[in-house]
């Protein structure tokens, strides 16, 4: 027998959290806040204080105004000022090397740019990706490779798994410019040892960039004690900032000053509003800004990231592994007798917030799901993907949302 | 004596306009609407609903559900959608054209990019740009050049004017890749003749670019009228989209599939959801958006374009000729006597929505102005820049500030 969910709720030290995000008026079970993370219930205000009292009442004051307390003070700052609240509660990254801008595949861009063009210098040419690394950070480092002449070491995963060090160290050589990973896989869920892959790089005199798009807020990062030169991530999954928004980038303090970000606008420029002739990069992190920074995007993740500030990336991490766990117990006793295949890591220590099977229905099982309030996520050709928001998904709502998977597989079976 | 501004708006047609925004309590005349327009009123209620219903209660549904009645349809076409919406209403061109993305700053570098790339290959490699071009237009278009092997070919441009066609003529020949401008000039408010410096670009076989940003929503636009290649624009001054909004960028149709932009991100992929190996840019404009689109950003970018839809932009060029003609009046009956020197067109055709004027004491005047509740923008070195958003600006607005400005600039002199 299954473990009661209804126990597991009421031993949930995060179970009030539940309640501090919006409800959705027809979904019995969001299984897919690794996508899209449900907005918190004070985001709807803080925009509308937003809209009227700042942008409304402060109107162009907003940008230099020196802090009024509570509003994050003037917004020029707020690239790195919420980038340094992100790398507090969620990155394991001390001030001063954080930024939230532009999306993850601009950000991906400048700082692989960067990277690349560093490395150039020294004749390091090749780019380390893995073949399952998510879309848009194969497409970005194969434009780089084309424009600046790097090649791409391609390493083959796991489907079923990920990327490993001894990989790594098997692909990189003194030609190596880049290695670049994703912290938690996207389709398996295989939570990378961080630490290892990045010293794996550095052996070789490779920079390690890390994309934390399907970690941060839900599995703990610590880009400092890794010595990870580079990372992004995105927005809007465990940080909840809605669609669309904005990313964050990090690098490395000591890789401030070397590395050259090639979209050089007004906003990464030292004294900005001189408006004087010439590109003069900021210094420290301010110079990875590019444009002018998306100011009312930030307001939603302002919100969330107070919720996992107060809840803690410990807590919610213990909690994530909890929710994964006991989808497995469910999807081993209900699924996998049903034909599904699981093909995200079993050893909790190697798997992120999010857990996928494979069924040569799913395709038309997503869509029968959706009918019923049941929201996992899909992905070409076969997989399932069960994505748990730990602050705001409930071991009711695996266990009901899973109900519902087995009952609509058994239908087809 | 000066025009009654009491008369001039009882003779305004858009002067209910100005109740459809925000009030700022503390401000008596905001005279920078040109670098941050107001919110519309209806921006906090779309907010709102678009957190609760569309985000909070459709979650990641929204991506991809059949349009559903005012919502705007899937939010992945939202950067067309919204494009081809802004087209229509400001940009004076067709369907398929424009979309909304990035920064500014970051759509210019891949326009930028695309049209430098593509002359290369034929050995076009300068650009020609003017001494008094918006800064990150400068250093955005500096950093492609040393990247490409490109070369930038300044124009000096008279700061109380700007750039002509003749001088543009004179500055193009068979080497030249691009020519970039700004359609309304940041500082003077020069309207360019944007049509007659295309046609020179063309004339020696160079790729014309157009930055929008200090005329869309104020001045009439006809990209396909002048032959436009590429256009880019920010969202956040005439068009009302909030601090740091989406910016817009448009490319010729003809040239879509000539031209390459280099962030090549899922969201430009054919087929983005098949997730598969390679990137094959999709068909139209589509291939010039890189990360995932900013939605919740362009809810306030909706709403502003309705305003301007419901009062039609040639209404809104009238009234800004008329608003900048009676400022104009009023510096010249209280300001030049003060020492104020006017730095803007006299010729109403060659002005855009804003009129600067230069004193020796414009610094000290601004900070005076600013806690009188008087909202103009300051330019270094001693330059005060007054930005007359047309929808939300009256004339006796206009008046009332312009009043404080003589009294200020009085007790300095």
Known sequence: MPNDPAVLDAADPLAPYRDRFLPAADVVAYLDGNSLGRPPVATAEALDEFVRQEWGGRLIRGWTDDAIPGTGGPWTN????????????????????????????????KLARAAVDHQLLTGRRTIVVDTADFPTDRYVLEGIAAERGATLRWIETDPAAGLTADQVAGAVDGGTALVAASHVAYRSGWLADA???????????????????????????????????LAVGCGYKYLNGGPGAPAFGYVRAAAQAVLRQPVQGWM?????????PGYDPADGIRAFVSGTPPILAMVPLRCALDELADAGIAAVRAKSMALTAYALELVDEWLVPLGAEVVSPRDPARRGGHVTIRHP???AALDELWTRG????????TSLRLGFAPLSTS???VHDGLVAVRDVLAAMH
């Open 78 to 109: 707020w690239p790195e000022r919420i980038g340094d609240r992100l790398a507090e509660v969620a990155l394991g990254a001390a001030p001063g090397q954080t930024i939230v801008a532009d999306s993850t595949t601009v950000l991906l861009y």
């Open 195 to 229: 630490a290892a892959i990045t010293a794996a790089a550095h052996d070789a005199g490779a920079l390690m960039l890390w994309d934390l798009s399907h970690s941060a807020g839900s599995v703990e990062v610590a880009l400092d004690d890794w010595g990870a030169d």
């Open 268 to 276: 990464g420029r030292r004294d900005p509003f001189t408006m004087g």
């Open 361 to 363: 229905a799913a395709r």
């Open 374 to 381: 049941v929201i996992p996520d899909y992905r070409e050709p």
């Open 395 to 397: 071991f009711t709502e």
